[in-house]
């Protein structure tokens, strides 16, 4: 009797959060569905759904065009570096908010929360200025500098959050037992905060892959990221549903495939402290 | 416990992240305040002298200001809500036991992957626009007329695409905490016959406390800043100029640049008003 | 595809005999129309005929205008030719911010540049951007629906007549609207179509001392007039309607008429995109009856070196071959005559090629109808038709048109609208240091 309750709310849940999922998931779903239509097909009205021929000629006209690789590559190693660089200046940062806090650790971590909070357009100009004279315009290093800055004060506050968990008394073992603090944060800590970190990346990955205002200002040619490339099918002459379509499918199928193979690291790890 | 050596250390430790934050925050923060007592208008020659509090009076005497600061509540405000409330049920649900739990996940945490640009694209191209949009053939559907969202329900309309990004962002931190949860205590008040809504509330929405305060602060954070969204699909149009893309119409419409970055002074000054009363609502769920 | 530019260029190297040039990597900031989209698929030309490679950034307008706007005022440098328009030109030009175009070669032939487009693209006499391609306004309307309505559209209709033909066309359901037209926010949008509205309604910006005119009855009148038309026989939802839009409904066979740029016209005769390519006729655009100004606006996209490149030679070399007769006839060659960048030059409409194009003489005939430097009814103290040539004009007129736009959703009136853009206006030229 228990039993079939539960089989049959089973079932519910299931109907109900299927339909929600696929829900939310529709306008992706859509998007690429329209990338494998013609122009033609793309506006038809009432609209179709699977019964369309499909066709590979977006996807062919988008390659002619751009020069994808280029733009994958750079927002690979931009939204890669920026993130590997930012976690190597947090992990000694968010260790010592974790176990030497101090009466100020809470307002160094909203503060620094809080320069997220400047509009990045107010300072556009100053900014720009300053790429022209240290020469880093239209370079990866410029942006893997900027986004890093971006994000760091995420990073150090998931990194905090998981560092927090990690019990004292196994670092004064380690201590005990002469480990040095390099040694202490290097192979005692850093190991066993593996999946926090894990979550770490990939979130800010995430949060780097699709910073929109400075990838596109402060870049043209040599290392403009999937953020410029988008830029040019925004809203071009005549039909263009289909291929922008197309060009959005390629612009976010790296990131959604790297989300769909780590959703697991990703979820476990997704707390910000929330969980006691 | 702490000795002084490790003190020390923990400070070195901390120097870099702290240096560099300070020279992200200080160079360009000096910059704004700089540039704001200045005429600066780049298409003119650039610095024409200093003019005092000008720049101040004239973006906060525009008569764009205030509904500006308005419409930024009203997009924070309303994405919050929608994410929290909608969070929390799609937490819950996804929590229970089904087939196929995962995939569904992944289907519900897909949009967050998806850049602003691109989302704001497909919202405003393949299912706002009212002649070829999906939702207008859903309307014709059920015969009635499309309604012109971007146009007739703007700040609606962004409030809602917004929400479809952040939504999976709430999900997964409010899912995280419920799964926290010890069942024990929830199965014991149910023993006792509390009604599934006591249990919700004295149980269940208790402990979402912490991850709840998580979500709003950073999505605070976020949202804040948002600019494609608006960019791409009215162009500040309709009544949905936020502080930031009224800044942006300054400094890069109207160039200059001067005016600009006092609306930038003032956005720092409304974000951390903001912040002080998110503090003051929710900072005490945060012992960080 | 740089492999095959490398392998050309190594090619090309290998042919040039003459000391001295050496291959050079050009970047170039573009809008993503049609043309331009063309050139890029044809620069292997440029390069086996130079040496020169390009490096292509393709933008959406907005974000090029504020990409290329931010590089040029802080001499950035990230690009080595900038495509901007007519209204950037003289504006930068006379900061010296341009290379002056006056050393180029007796066989481009710049005086075959229509004299329209080279004096909007020249400060002070000066050249300082070469016209890729030019464009007046005109209408485009359906033959088919126009004699179904029992009318016949004259060369030169004025607005009264466009009114009631575009109510005479109009059919809800069969989901044809009479008249489709720009009432997009943005300066290039909306606010470009409704100024030149406004010309042809007698009003004007500013009076010449730089006051706003949007409390005098010519504007009221022009907008009254716009908004009563579109509410009767325009698209739902035209506020949100600009050139992309307007062209994709026109090309499904949505619009009995389209006032807007005379490029449009390749597009909608174009069978391949076009379901009503065989069935559109081309007129002057309107005046209001008794006003001598008709809503003919003048604008080109153009080629302009930033000041301080590096490479200036090899992008001398790239305008000169992107805006000559030989690339015209490249074009022809490859995708027929009607996809040509139109406008630009003279010799183009002496063509007899070209003169069987069914859109060529109407757009010329535009283009000569805009005169920039009498834009208006009354005198003015700026240049230009469509806009005002001065800095703080795409600001200003971004705003002034979200306020329209907001009257033609039905927000607000078309009364508070243009009170509202009479009072910012005002402030912003007063900020300027105008008033």
């Not at chain 1, 494998?36 to 006209?61: R, V």
């Not at chain 2, 706002?128 to 939702?135: F, S």
């Not at chain 3, 990230?78 to 007519?86: E, R, V």
């Not at chain 3, 300066?187 to 100024?195: D, K, P, Q, R, V």
């Amino acid at each position: 009797m228990a039993r079939a309750v539960t089989q049959q709310r089973k079932i519910i849940n299931t109907a109900a959060a299927w339909a929600v999922g696929l829900l939310i998931f529709f306008p992706i779903l859509w998007t690429i569905l329209t990338s494998f239509k013609t122009e033609a097909q793309a506006i038809a009205d009432p609209p179709i759904f699977l019964g369309f021929d499909w066709t590979l000629e977006n996807y062919s006209a988008v390659m002619e065009r751009s020069n994808y690789g280029r733009f994958l590559w750079n927002s690979v190693i931009i939204a890669g570096g920026s993130t590997i660089l930012g976690i190597i200046i947090a992990i000694p940062a968010a260790w010592s908010m974790a176990f030497v806090p101090s009466k100020r650790t809470k307002d160094i971590l909203l503060w620094m929360l809080s320069t997220k909070m400047l509009p990045a357009v107010g300072v556009l100009y100053p900014i720009y200025l300053l790429f022209i004279q240290l020469g880093i315009l239209d370079t990866k290093v410029g942006l893997v500098i900027v986004l890093m800055l971006i994000n760091l004060p995420i990073i150090v506050w998931m990194l905090y959050t998981y560092f927090k968990e990690i019990p004292g008394e196994i670092l004064e073992a380690a201590r005990m037992d002469g480990a040095s603090l390099k040694d202490e944060v290097l192979y005692v800590l850093t190991p066993m905060a593996i999946p926090g970190i894990a979550s770490t990346l990939l979130l800010n990955v995430i949060l780097a892959w699709n910073e929109a205002f400075w990838t596109l200002n402060l870049t043209a040619a040599k290392a403009a990221p999937l953020t410029a490339f988008i830029a040019s099918y925004s809203s071009p002459e005549g039909l263009f549903y289909a291929k922008l379509s197309a060009a959005s499918t390629m612009a976010i199928a790296p990131i959604l495939i790297l989300g769909w193979f780590s959703q697991k690291q990703l979820v476990s790890g997704l707390t910000f402290g929330a969980v006691k | 416990m702490a000795t002084q050596h490790s003190r020390s250390a923990a400070r070195l430790m901390m120097a870099p992240a702290v240096v560099l934050l300070l020279g992200w925050m200080l160079i360009p923060l000096t910059m704004t305040l700089y540039f704001s007592f200045k005429k600066y208008l780049p298409l003119r020659g650039g610095d024409l002298g200093w003019v005092g509090f000008e720049n101040y009076v004239r973006f906060v005497t525009s008569s764009a200001f205030w509904p500006s600061v308005m419409t930024t509540l009203i997009i924070v405000g309303g994405v919050l809500a929608i994410t929290v409330l909608f969070g929390i049920l799609l937490a819950i649900l996804l929590n229970q036991p089904m087939w196929g739990q995962g995939v569904v996940r992944i289907l519900v945490i897909a949009p967050f992957f998806v850049m602003p640009t691109v989302s704001a694209l497909v919202w405003k191209n393949m299912f706002m626009d009212p002649n070829y949009g999906l939702l207008a053939h859903l309307w014709e559907f059920f015969g009635a007329e499309p309604v012109q969202w971007l146009s007739q329900a703007s700040l609606t309309s962004i409030v809602m695409i917004v929400s479809w990004q952040w939504l999976p962002f709430a999900t997964l931190i409010l899912l995280t905490a419920i799964q926290s949860l010890d069942s024990e205590q929830l199965e014991a008040a149910e023993m006792d016959g509390a009604p599934a809504t006591k249990r919700f509330a004295y149980i269940t929405l208790p402990h979402l406390g912490r991850a709840i305060t998580v979500v709003i602060l950073i999505q605070t954070i976020f949202l804040l800043s948002i600019f494609a969204e608006i960019f791409v699909t009215t162009g500040g149009a309709f009544g949905t100029k936020t502080l930031t893309y009224l800044i942006y119409q300054r400094v890069l419409e109207s160039q200059n640049v001067g005016l600009g970055s006092a609306g930038g002074v003032y956005a720092i000054i409304l974000a951390n008003i903001v912040a002080i009363f998110l503090m003051r609502i929710v900072g005490k769920n945060l012992d960080a | 595809m740089s492999f095959r530019n490398s392998v050309y260029a190594a090619t090309a190297m290998s042919l040039v005999t003459a000391g001295g040039a050496f291959a050079e990597i050009i970047t170039i900031a573009t809008v993503n129309n049609g043309d331009m989209i063309r050139m890029q698929g044809l620069t292997d030309d440029f390069t086996a005929k130079t040496g020169h490679e390009v490096e292509w950034v393709t933008l959406e307008e907005n974000v090029l205008r504020q990409r290329v706007t931010t590089d040029i005022s802080t001499k950035g440098g990230a690009f080595d030719i900038m495509t901007i328009g007519m209204y950037e030109t003289p504006i930068w030009g006379a900061n010296g911010w341009l290379v002056p175009l006056d050393d180029l070669s007796a066989e481009y032939d710049v005086d075959d540049l229509l004299p329209a487009m080279r004096s909007g693209l020249s400060h002070e006499g000066t050249l300082y951007a070469a016209p890729f391609y030019g464009e007046s306004s005109m209408i485009m309307y359906r033959t088919d629906l126009m004699e179904k309505a029992g009318l016949e559209m004259p060369k030169a209709p004025t607005w009264q007549f466009i009114r009631e033909a575009a109510a005479a066309m109009t059919d809800r359901d069969n989901d044809i609207n009479g008249i489709c037209l720009r009432g997009k926010a943005g300066w290039g949008e909306g606010g470009a179509f409704i100024t030149v509205t406004g010309n042809s309604f007698g009003a004007r910006w500013f009076d010449e001392d730089w006051n706003a005119q949007f409390d005098q009855p010519e504007w009221a009148e022009a907008l009254n007039f716009y908004v009563d038309m579109m509410n009767e026989s325009g698209p739902a939802g035209f506020a949100t309607n600009g050139f992309n839009e307007n062209l994709s409904l026109f090309q499904q066979g949505k619009c009995g008429m389209w006032i807007d740029a005379t490029v449009a016209a390749s597009f909608v005769t174009d069978p391949e995109d076009s379901t009503v390519a065989d069935k559109v006729g081309f007129a002057l655009a309107p005046n209001s009856e008794g006003v001598e100004k008709r809503a003919n606006w003048l604008w080109a996209w153009a080629l302009a070196i930033p000041a301080g490149t590096q490479k200036e030679d090899a992008a001398m070399q790239f305008i000169e071959w992107a805006t000559s007769k030989d690339y015209i006839e490249l074009v022809a060659e490859k995708e027929g005559w009607a996809n040509v960048p139109p406008g630009a030059r003279s010799s183009l409409y002496e063509n007899p090629e070209y003169q069987k194009v069914p859109f060529a003489q109407m757009t010329l005939d535009s283009i000569k109808a805009a005169d920039p430097q009498n834009p208006t009814v009354e005198p003015v103290p700026y240049v230009g038709i469509q806009f005002v040539a001065i800095p703080e004009f795409a600001g200003i007129a971004t705003e002034v048109s979200q306020e329209f736009s907001a009257a033609y959703a039905g927000q607000q009136t078309v009364e508070e609208a243009l009170a509202k853009a009479q009072a910012l206006t005002n402030d912003a030229m007063e900020a300027a240091g105008y008033r």
